[in-house]
């Protein structure tokens, strides 16, 4: 019998710098990096689960009516074996200073086209980046 894979809710962003790079955060004792964000409460929308983590993790307060809905997508999770991610990712330019705090151990803005030799997160590297990638060149 094969168990089906345990299911983690979490909002996330799409930071973007006013150099076009996007932020990623890697967390405390992991390898991966991914989009800042986090698990959403139960009785939490999940803009504003967004807003809560990124305060918390990057000492971050943005206005929830400047985080733009982008879409729902699902991928393995990066650090949990057996589970699925199913986020809300929100897009968010931002040209405020970041600082890692909380669980967070590292950030690092990179460019879209040229990711250096890092983990990536599979939400990460095979949906949100592709996605962004594909944005920019849709002419708007």
């Known amino acids: 019998m094969t168990l089906s894979p345990q299911i983690i809710r979490i909002a996330a962003a799409l930071l973007i710098g006013p150099d076009g790079r996007t932020l990623l955060v890697r967390k405390r004792g992991t390898l991966a990096f991914m989009q800042p964000g986090g698990k959403i409460e139960p009785d939490e929308q999940p803009v504003q689960a967004l807003a809560r983590e990124l305060e918390e993790e990057l000492g971050l307060v ?15 999770a990066a650090n ?28 690092l803005w990179v460019e879209v086209d040229n990711v250096p030799g890092i983990v990536l997160a599979p939400l990460t590297r095979d949906l949100i980046l592709p996605f962004y990638r594909n944005a920019l060149k849709t002419p708007a």
């Not at 943005?62 to 393995?76: C, E, K, Q, V, W």
């Not at 699925?84 to 967070?104: M, R, S």
């Open 80 to 107: 949990e074996p057996g589970h699925v991610v199913d986020a809300e990712i929100f897009l968010l330019d931002i040209e405020a200073a970041v600082t890692p705090a909380a669980e967070i151990e590292e950030v």
């Open 62 to 76: 943005i206005d929830t009516n400047d985080a733009r809905y982008l879409g729902h997508f699902s991928a393995p």
